[in-house]
């Protein structure tokens, strides 16, 4: 899932080779660690409580959208997932390659149109049944047949033909044409025998019955909607318990409040909305007990327009501003747009200025506009193009069309995310100088009015993943809605031939460096026509506590994000610090501020509202993984 990303969950070049080390054995990880230490070393004895049993929480800003699998996008429920469920493959937080997951080994025939995996047998679910190839096939069987089931995952079975699991060990897959995304499939494999008794995959969030049956390395134990998410160590997973007994994700409106709670030692770990705010990560520097971690991220923060809300077969809908379809006006609007103040005064240096569509910690897909080609900030050359588009200044200094009406926008903004906030003042200001005015609308629920088009302008964001291939997906013609007003794959109703050629061209090819170009020039074309504008790449800007946690894997293992990473690696690695206590409450009801180490692993939840049945992932949090 695209942390997808949501993501539900993009990943640097990946070369697609055949894997036959089993996943224990290829897992040598290094310990890049923001605090020294072994990931794979044993907690030590003296974290642990009187009651022997350990908790990390973790305040994050982002409601779950769905627990189910199938519908989720948002990165909070699909980090859970990737807790919860096994990959076929996982991503070395050294260097983001492909590694085993609930498959050893990967091998394709000679036209690479049929995959061969081979299935651990060391993988259990959490009822004790073994998992088999058979769970794998019937998961992807039913994102390929199910609609519903497809909400989340559609885009990585497009390609599929036909998906078999001719023995427990053995899963083939039969392709239509080559894709190079096979070391790739972010589809979290679920157990056959619960989820066929499902009935509308529309609907069923997967939140009734706890415990709910996975093989990942925790177990979701407990869940209330805006509150939090409970999991336990699964003492099974075969590539090793975690050290912490228990995790929590907890929900935090008020991200200033999860912030105190960090101080008061009552969570033990804060990542933001999606990110601290410059002052947030201030305050903590020097606090005592308490590790900043400030690296580069995986996301990007855009503009994005609405080309005109559509389904597959052309029904058009949603109230989207006709002007916004003129290339010249969108255009002109991202060149009255100063990013390096948005760099500056927003972001206080926290974040790399915007270009292209991925962010430059993934290198081989990273594209840079042409110096004729930026849509660089340029008030005069802005105001040019709105002459062109016929928009031009009356006496009291406001654009107005052919038919005299004032051009007005409105942008969506997150309730809950500062920078939406702060970025939508600038917006008003510069694009008033053009004579153009601008409504920030901030809600807590920005979905409904998303998926029913019924918006001009809004403030966009992914996570992206080592594989690029979800988030470039969301922008073809196949991503768009059957059904005015529902869910679907698309971001931003975006359907355009010439990106759609470049997107299957690059799905078909399998040599890093050619379909590292294709990439690039899909980038390229989607920055041309004016839809999708970067403006920044934040940075990850996160804190935790060191009498909380000894130490924990980023990713990369180098300088990297802790929370919403490409796998689960940091808090299956985390280690409790030496002395941990218990503090808080472990009870599972809302009113407690949380719950720390020494209790159960408690992730907390810090972002605003979005409702269950919201199955989209934006930038109040990282987006789809």
């Known amino acids: 899932m695209v942390t997808r990303v949501p993501h539900h969950s993009v990943r640097p070049r990946r070369r697609l080779r055949l894997l036959l080390a089993s996943g224990a054995a290829a897992l040598a990880l290094a310990a890049g660690s923001v605090v020294p230490g072994n990931p794979l070393a044993p907690a030590p004895s003296e974290a642990r409580a009187d009651d022997g049993k350990t908790t990390l929480t973790v305040a994050v800003a982002q409601s779950v959208d769905s627990l189910s699998p199938f519908l989720a996008q948002r990165l909070v429920s699909t980090s859970i997932h990737r807790l919860m469920y096994d990959y076929l493959t ?7 390659k492909a590694i085993p997951g609930l498959a050893t080994a990967w091998e394709p025939s000679a036209d690479k149109l049929t995959w061969t995996y081979t299935i651990r ?11 088999t190839a058979e769970d794998a096939a019937w998961t992807f069987n039913k994102v390929m047949t199910d609609e519903g089931a497809a909400t989340s995952n559609g885009s990585f079975v497009g390609n599929f033909e036909k998906v078999t699991a001719p023995s427990k060990d053995k899963l ?13 499939l972010d589809v979290p494999i679920v157990p056959r025998h619960v989820w066929e008794k499902v009935g509308d995959f529309s609907k069923f969030n997967n939140d009734k019955d706890f415990p709910v049956v996975g093989n990942g390395p925790f177990i979701l134990t407990d869940y209330k909607v805006d509150s939090f998410v409970k999991l336990k160590a699964n003492k099974d997973f075969w590539r090793g318990s975690p050290k912490f007994d228990e995790l929590v994700f907890r929900y935090y409106k008020d991200q200033d409040a999860a912030v105190a709670a960090l101080r008061k030692g009552e969570v033990s770990f804060v990542a933001g909305s999606p990110s601290l705010t410059p002052a947030q990560s201030a305050s903590l520097k020097n606090a005592p007990d308490i590790k900043v971690n400030d690296a580069p991220g995986r996301r990007f923060f855009a503009l994005a327009v609405n080309p005109g809300a559509r389904t597959k077969d052309g029904q058009k809908f949603g109230d989207g501003h006709p002007a916004l379809l003129d290339q010249k006006v969108r255009h002109a609007l991202f060149m009255a747009v100063d990013r390096k103040t948005i760099i500056d005064k927003v972001f206080q240096g926290h974040a790399v200025e915007g270009e292209g569509y991925i962010p430059p910690r993934f290198g081989d897909y990273f ?20 002459d062109e588009a016929g928009y031009k200044k009356n006496g009291a200094g406001k654009r107005v069309g052919e038919d005299g009406k004032p051009l007005d926008f409105r942008i969506l903004c997150h309730a809950t995310d500062p920078n939406d906030k702060a970025i939508g003042k600038y917006l008003q200001e510069w694009w008033g100088e053009q004579g153009i005015g601008l409504k920030v609308d901030c809600l807590d629920n920005v979905s409904d009015p998303w998926y029913a088009g019924e918006y001009d302008l809004a403030f966009d964001g992914w996570s992206v ?3 690029p291939d979800f988030v470039l997906s969301i922008h073809t013609c196949a991503a768009l809605p059957a059904k005015a007003k529902e869910s679907a794959a698309t971001d931003n109703f975006i359907c355009d031939k010439q990106y759609d050629d470049l997107y299957k061209k690059q799905l078909a090819e399998y040599d890093p460096a050619k379909r590292a170009d294709l990439v690039k020039q899909l980038e390229s074309r989607l920055y041309d026509t004016g839809y999708m504008n970067v403006m920044a790449y934040p940075n990850a800007v996160e804190a935790y506590r060191t009498d909380h946690i000894e130490s924990i894997t980023t990713m990369p293992s180098a300088a990297g994000n802790i929370y919403g ?9 985390a280690v409790p610090a030496a002395g941990a206590s218990s503090s808080g409450s472990s009870d599972s009801g809302g009113s407690s501020t949380g719950v720390l180490v020494g209790v159960g692993i408690a992730v907390v939840v810090l972002a605003g509202g979005g409702l269950l049945f919201a199955m989209r992932r ?6 789809r993984e």
Do not use: C, F, H
Not at 90 to 96: A, G, H, I
């Open 465 to 467: 993943n080592p594989d």
């Open 90 to 96: 996982n991503y070395d937080p050294k260097d983001n």
């Open 172 to 184: 083939v897959i039969k392709l239509k044409e080559p894709q190079a995304t096979m070391a790739a």
């Open 121 to 131: 047998s060391d993988s259990k679910w959490s009822d004790g049944q073994q998992a």
């Open 367 to 386: 594209w840079k506009p042409a110096d004729g080609q930026k849509l660089a900030y340029d008030p005069a050359k802005a105001a040019s193009l709105l």
């Open 565 to 573: 990473q490409d796998g689960y690696w940091s808090w299956w690695s």
């Open 618 to 623: 934006r930038s109040t949090a990282e987006d």
